[in-house]
């Protein structure tokens, strides 16, 4: 078999030459189609965005590119037409609802992780509104061993006052 020249000067997407390259007719390889197949299409359908949603990771395969695309065709219409979909979004939900674990989410999965001062925090125990706060920019909350704040996401010189948590209560407030 040969292979075109690619330091030749014309572009394989010019005009076909004055004498078209004879086309050798070879019947397929039997053997090829007995052997294991050497494509392969791998599909992810996954259900939201986050990990916790569920996914259906199925694989197709054949033995040339066209057998390959019909293959995985009709296995997404089957994954539909069969319900399939709907039964693994059925036993996500169930399996979801048996989790006793103990990351205290009674929803399953984790909490949303954010990025804050270059540590990976979770965002689970921010509260969502302090009872008096009128900070318009939104807060971030700061855990250390000794003390838990909520700062001011606001710009620089624009800043709220900290509500600090008091430690018998559990409220946020202001230092007045």
Not at 88 to 109: D, I, L, M, V
Not at 134 to 148: A, D, E, I, Y
């Amino acid at each position: 078999m040969s292979y075109p020249d690619p330091f030749d000067e014309r572009s394989p997407w010019d005009e076909p030459p004055d004498t078209p390259t004879p086309k050798k007719e070879n019947p397929p390889v039997a053997s090829a189609v007995n052997g294991p197949a050497p494509f392969e299409i791998g599909f992810t359908l996954k259900a939201g965005n986050g990990f916790d949603s569920e996914w259906i990771t199925p694989r197709v395969s054949g033995h040339d590119a066209a057998e390959t695309a019909q293959r995985g065709a009709e296995l997404l219409t089957a994954l539909k037409s069969e319900g399939l979909i709907d039964l693994n979004s059925k036993a996500a939900e169930y399996t979801r609802s048996q989790y006793k674990g103990g990351t205290g989410n009674p929803g399953g999965g984790s909490a949303p992780k954010r990025f804050n001062n270059g540590r990976v925090e979770s965002a689970e125990a921010t509260p969502t509104s302090v009872a008096g706060d009128n900070c318009p920019h939104g807060r971030s909350l700061v855990k250390k061993p000794t003390w838990t704040a909520m700062f001011c996401d606001g710009p620089d010189g624009d800043k709220c006052e900290p509500l600090w948590q008091d430690k018998k209560t559990g409220q946020f407030k202001a230092n007045k």
